[in-house]
């Protein structure tokens, strides 16, 4: 059934919900609410003066209709518990008619016993006797959480299956409520111990899904033992690594022996590369690159953004050129021709090396002997990972690049299937950044100090939370007000340009290219240039409304700048003060600033950015919830093992989740 089907949906409440990224009944249902609203009702003697509470009465009086103030003001009486209660409310006009003498009703406001009298904020027409909870979904603009909410009600009466994921013996065992009973009460609990109940098992089979995707790729791993053991010469490796313009911080010379391992061995690679922001992960991945193109492999490597893409391009292009490996590059924006050639080129193996952005794993794209996928800042088990990568049956060696630190405890559960290299140890010469959180009322300072910088031949990276504020609204700075604001501060001298995700990928191009260059003295952005961007004569990154990113955002910002052996700055602008904050100017270790951020919010948006987007529960919270996890890895753990012999038969639903996370299909 589609969702058009549903009452109440119309064109543009389908396109509210493709905004929510609901396209599908499914969708509907597994929309949670991230809160619950409580709506007690009580009785007349226990309503206390000036506080909001919910009573319920029977309309004594037709409602009259006021003006005050241009203020519609609706008056009637009400009997409740053999109390009669005057009653207001504000611009309701459209209630009149609903409001009939001798219904009953709930109001939600508060009283002034003075006056008898209680103004309402809300009036209820289904009438609640005692308490009910209310499901509170995450809105967008226009959306009325009760319009959803009735949507999803109605969505839940088809009565359309929805696969379970929890094995039967394990429902068995904990005494799980079944899955369509456990979606109802999510989205309608009665009380608080089924929804606790319901909660428990949703999120459960949130985690159970995540530990069998990590479980299997495990098992799998050890059983086939099909990876390619390579014939490699090392010398040639070292000749390569000593042809670099720095020395090898100790801990990359150990992920290279680690990588070198994973290569020549016959097993299949399967490691993580966790090292923060410019620790030099990616100087690791061409080195792994190089290993697997003297064995005579083809490598694929795929970054989260085009940016991020062209600029890994540029930078491995160079330096391979002259040791005659082709690389190619293939994003969404290139031609059609030219991705026909490329794919060509491909298969015929005149490529040596595919670096691009999920354009790598469209359809069509085919390598003539892959032998090494890198994914850089991605998902694991996203959907986009359901990949074309053929290989002509050989397994390939898979290598992650993550600058997402995590706490250990966490990190051994979440990637408990792969083989980890840690980087905590900074390229010789690298400064801590110098951090502080500046008012907007002494930005003079932050000025004067950009100015320094831009003397000395440097560069600054500007950072807002918004492109540009459409509502005029809020008092958020956005990228375009900020430039006119600098080119003021500035008088025009200094060159100031804009990157952003709504500019044509020409223009992003010419604006970094020039960045690079030198040409342009401040870019100023939105987060587009978080993730990766490398320029060394940055030495200063200016956040603007800092309170509105997270700890990991933040941070990963922050490593733009600082890049070389100059001492770099980094402002956050904020007239909050949150502790967040603090915990940036106080330290530069991602992986205490992720125990922070932990500690601060609880789980923390280093699980909630994209970067790491398999690992955001829909309901689970990983630390909150870390008792579940753990049980869920060794059920999972358990369940693979047992049922991998037999191919999943009795469990036909896990093998749509296998077709998904296997790099080959
Ligand atoms: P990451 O991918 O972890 O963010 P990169 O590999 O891009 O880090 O390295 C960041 C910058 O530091 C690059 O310009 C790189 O050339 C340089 N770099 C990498 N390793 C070293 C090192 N051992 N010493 C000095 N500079 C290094
Ligand atoms: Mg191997």
Known sequence: MDIELIKGVGKVTLDYLSKLQIYTIKDL?????????????????????????TIKGIIDTEPKTTYIKRLNKLSFRIISDNHIINVVIFNRAFLKNQLKLGRMINII???????????ASDINFEIITSTKIYPIYHLINGLKNKVLAKIIREALDTNITLEDYIPDYIVSKYKFLAKPEAVKIIHNPDNYNDLKQAKLRTIYEEFFIFMFKMNYLKHKNTI???????????????????????????????????????????????????????????????????INYLSGYQSAMMAPTEILARQHYQSISSSFSKLGIKVGLLVGSIKKSEKTKL??????????????????????????????????????????????????????????????????TYALTIYGDMDTSLIKTKPNGRKDIITKVVKMSNIKEVLNSMLEVIKKGQQIYVVAP?????????????????????????????????????????????????????????????????????????????????????????????????????????????????????????SNDGFYISEKDFELRGEGDLFGTKQSGDMVFKMGNIRRDYKILVQCKNDAKAFVETNYVNNFTNYKQFKTIIKEIELID
């Open 29 to 53: 249902i597994e929309y949670y609410p991230y809160r619950y609203n409580i709506l007690k009702v009580i009785p007349y003697n226990e309503i206390i003066e000036g506080e909001t509470c």
């Open 224 to 290: 086939d033992n099909q990876g390619i053991a390579r014939v490699v010469d090392r010398s040639k490796v070292d000749e390569y690594i000593n042809s670099l313009p720095f020395k090898l911080t100790e801990d990359q010379i150990t992920t290279v022996d680690d990588i070198y391992k994973d290569l020549t061995n016959k097993e299949r690679m399967n490691r993580l590369i966790l090292g923060d922001v410019g620790s030099g992960k990616t100087c690791i991945a061409t080195i792994a690159m190089y």
């Open 466 to 586: 918004l492109i540009e504020d459409e509502d005029g609204n809020s008092d958020l700075n956005d990228v375009i007000k900020l430039k006119d604001k600098l080119d003021m501060a500035f008088n025009k001298k200094i060159r100031i340009e804009i990157l952003h995700g709504k500019m044509k990928n020409n223009d992003k191009d010419q604006v970094m290219e020039e960045y690079k260059k030198g040409e342009i003295k401040i870019l100023i952005s939105t987060t587009v240039i978080e993730v990766g961007v490398d320029v060394k004569n940055s030495t200063m990154m200016v956040i603007f409304n800092a309170e509105r990113f997270g700890l990991a955002t933040l941070h990963q910002l922050r490593g733009r700048v600082g890049r070389n052996d100059i001492q770099s700055y980094c402002y956050l602008i904020s007239d909050k003060d949150i502790p967040r904050l603090k915990v940036m100017e106080e």
């Open 109 to 119: 406001g508060k009283y002034d016993s003075k006056r008898n009298q209680f103004t």
């Open 343 to 408: 794919c060509q080129q491909l298969v015929d193996g005149d490529i040596d090396i595919l670096i691009g952005t999920h354009a790598l794993i469209s359809d069509g794209v085919e390598f003539n002997n892959l032998g090494l996928v890198i994914t850089d800042e991605q998902h694991r088990f996203g959907v986009n990972q359901r990949s074309n990568l053929h290989n002509k049956g050989q397994m390939c060696d898979v290598l992650y690049l993550s600058a997402t630190p995590i706490p250990r």
